[in-house]
């Protein structure tokens, strides 16, 4: 039996994946993370204690910059995330900010909902030349990082139904994302040539050191005077006092974002969100199910798909029981580990290994034995220098 303890922020459809007969949920306002698995959402995780027996961190979403993954790996804790699993949301949100950004609709719908008296339609006429917009059909789209949210985006701009001219930047872009981008879109070899003539720029990057305040006043000075910029990734890709202080100066037109700040919600060319890129119906109960299937097969097999701290390391059973473990990535740790199954003279039927960095993750299926009697050879290789964490696995039926 599992303990789960689950952030009440998570669909319900994702958590009730986790069977009664398995696994004992405790799905609360502030998740501890006491347990063997610990689901969560945007919550913030870096000034959290982090026990020892927590095995699996599951993110219903995509971002895990809420997570100290350094942390988590050194733990021997396996982090999921839901890739995929929210972007048509978050695509949608985007395409309406562009709308938004070409046309004044939201000041134009205060202004008509404030209207008094019988003549409403004499006063609509009268004043609705206030409100004048522009078209995105034929504007510039510059789209940094084209991974699943914006290649969406991308893709959606340069359709016929927004005919909008798409440039994109995507050094590390996937094969797999390569190949479902529209061949309309025009590629960038570097950020300055998506910003340079862009009329609209849409950032879609995870928040890393590498893109903290990718957007910083260099950036920002190059982009088109009047443009608009929407940032739907996180707050810290952008250098927010650089912004105001262009959006201040004429430079920027408008920026819209799903991040609010104290200084940003009160600018009169912001336009703030409250991060609900991802809250659809449909995202939310996406990104649940597909983190907690991960987190299962994890907690159950061992094998590991979707993580953002190994990689995908998975290994049909062919012995009733397993032993995996997380190790640092050093010489010789296949070789001390088998030493110890020698020594005991057990007989491996299987075995992976793969590695990410510093860290590697081993799994090893032995000839029929006790899981009580395994346990104790796993108490053993625990102790191997470099050993972070042993688990015993009974194939499950
Ligand atoms: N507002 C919201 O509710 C949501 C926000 N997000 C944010 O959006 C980010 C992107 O989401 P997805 O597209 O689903 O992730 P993704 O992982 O599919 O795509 C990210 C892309 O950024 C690219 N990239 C990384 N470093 C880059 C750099 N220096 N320059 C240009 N491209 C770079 C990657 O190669 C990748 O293709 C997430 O990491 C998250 O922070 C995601 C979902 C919901
Ligand atoms: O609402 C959420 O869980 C956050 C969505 C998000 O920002 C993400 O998936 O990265």
């Not at 529209?182 to 003539?197: F, R, T, Y």
Request: proline share 4%; hydrophobic share 45%; aromatic share 6%.
């Amino acid at each position: 039996m599992f303990q789960i303890t689950a952030s009440t922020t998570v669909a319900p459809a994702g958590v009730a994946l986790f069977d009664q007969e398995n696994y004992k949920v405790d799905y609360g306002e502030s998740p501890t993370t006491d347990a063997a698995g610990l689901l969560i959402r945007s919550v913030d995780l870096h000034q959290t204690a982090l026990s020892e027996r927590l095995l699996t961190i599951g993110r219903a979403g995509v971002g895990v910059n809420n997570i100290p993954l350094d942390k988590a790996v050194q733990q021997g804790i396996v982090v999921f995330n839901a890739p995929a699993a929210n972007a048509n949301g978050v695509k949608e949100l985007v395409l309406a900010a562009l709308a938004i950004g070409a046309r004044p609709m939201l000041p134009a719908s205060d202004w008509v909902h404030g209207l008094k008296g019988n003549d409403i339609d004499v006063q609509v006429e009268k004043g609705k030349k206030a409100y004048v917009g522009t078209e995105l059909l034929g504007k510039q789209l510059g789209v940094i990082g084209l991974g699943h949210v914006g290649g969406l985006v991308a893709n959606s701009a340069s359709s016929t139904a927004f005919g909008m001219h798409v440039v994109g930047y995507d050094p590390y872009i996937q094969v797999d994302t390569a190949w479902n981008l529209s061949h309309h879109i025009h590629h960038a070899k570097n950020v300055s040539q998506v910003l340079q003539d862009s009329d609209y720029v849409t950032i879609h990057v995870p928040l890393t050191d590498e893109t903290a305040e990718m957007l910083n006043a260099e950036a920002i000075a190059q982009m088109k005077p009047g443009s608009v910029l929407l940032n739907f990734a996180r707050d810290d890709v952008v250098d927010e006092a650089a912004i105001i202080a262009a959006l201040d100066r004429g430079h920027l037109r408008q920026y819209i974002t799903d991040f609010a700040t104290p200084k940003l919600i009160h600018h009169p060319k912001v336009l703030c969100f409250p991060h609900i890129g991802g809250s659809t119906d449909a995202a939310e109960t996406n990104s649940a199910k597909m983190v907690v299937q991960t987190m299962k097969n994890y907690l159950e097999t061992g094998n590991i798909r979707n993580s953002v701290t190994f990689p995908d390391t998975v290994m049909d059973f062919q012995a009733p029981l397993r032993l995996t473990l997380i190790h640092r990535n050093v010489p010789n740790m296949v070789g001390r580990m088998t030493e110890v199954l020698a020594n005991y003279d057990l007989n491996i039927v299987n075995m992976v290994n793969r590695s990410n960095g510093d860290y590697a993750y081993t799994m090893i299926d032995l000839d029929a034995l006790e899981a009580k009697r395994l346990q104790r050879i796993a108490n053993k290789m625990a102790q191997i220098e470099n050993v972070v964490r042993v688990r015993v696995i009974e194939q499950p039926k």
